[in-house]
Structures are given as C-alpha cells and as structure tokens.
C-alpha cells in the first residue's frame, strides 16, 4: 500500500508558475510509475505526465509539453509537477498517482492521492 500526499495547491495569475509536490509513504518506489492527472469541472480526467522511478524517464502529454515538467527526488520520496505559463484553461483538481508495476505511461494506476486544487485567474 502506498499513501500519496499533495502539496497544496493555489490561486496564480495567467502566465505564472506553481510547483505541485508528491509524498510518497508506505512502500520503497524502486519499481513504481509515478504520474500526474488532472481534472476540470465537467471533464474526464486528463493525464499529464509520468515518471519512472528507477532511471527517472519521463513521459508528457502533448497538451502540456514544453510547460509542465515531471521530476523525483529519491531520498524525499517525492515526485514534482513544475507547471509554468498557467492558464485559465489549467484550472483543476490534479492528483498524483503510483503503480508498481511497468504499465503504460498513462497507466492504469492503482494509488491515487487526494487531489489538490490549481485555480489561474485570467
């Protein structure tokens, strides 16, 4: 079982940044996929980037690429969102999710943290 905790998350103005955290507890990541979602009123849930643990490779999604970024910190147990030129349309509940096992980058994913809100006003 692993337990995910996110960082809170904020209120910025269109064409800021935020850094959304991850904690991670309960089990050693070695073997675990770590990814970011997000989801806006009346929309599915999107995927947004992933990271393997072991080796660090990651994985975004076109719709962020280029303003979002995905990193870990092995000795924090934390996986990061850096997320930058914020924009209205990035206004969500964005979650942070583990899997132990190799799957594809957008998952499934069986842990799941509480969900953190993002708000960009125009």
Request: charged letters at 20%; aromatic letters at 12%; proline letters at 3%.
């Amino acid at each position: 079982q692993v337990q995910l905790v996110e960082s809170e998350g904020g209120l910025v103005q269109a064409g800021g940044s935020l850094r959304l955290s991850c904690a991670a507890s309960g089990r050693t990541l070695g073997s675990y996929r770590m990814g970011w979602f997000r989801q806006a009123p009346g929309k599915e849930r999107e995927f947004l980037a992933a990271i393997r643990w072991n080796g660090g490779s990651t994985y975004h999604a076109d719709s962020v690429k280029g303003r979002f970024t995905i990193s870990r910190d092995n000795a924090k147990n934390t996986v990061y969102l850096q997320m930058s030129s914020l924009k209205p349309e990035d206004t969500a509940v964005y979650y942070c999710a583990a899997v132990p096992t190799a799957v594809g980058w957008k998952g499934p994913y069986d842990y799941w943290g509480q969900g953190t809100q993002v708000t960009v006003s125009s």
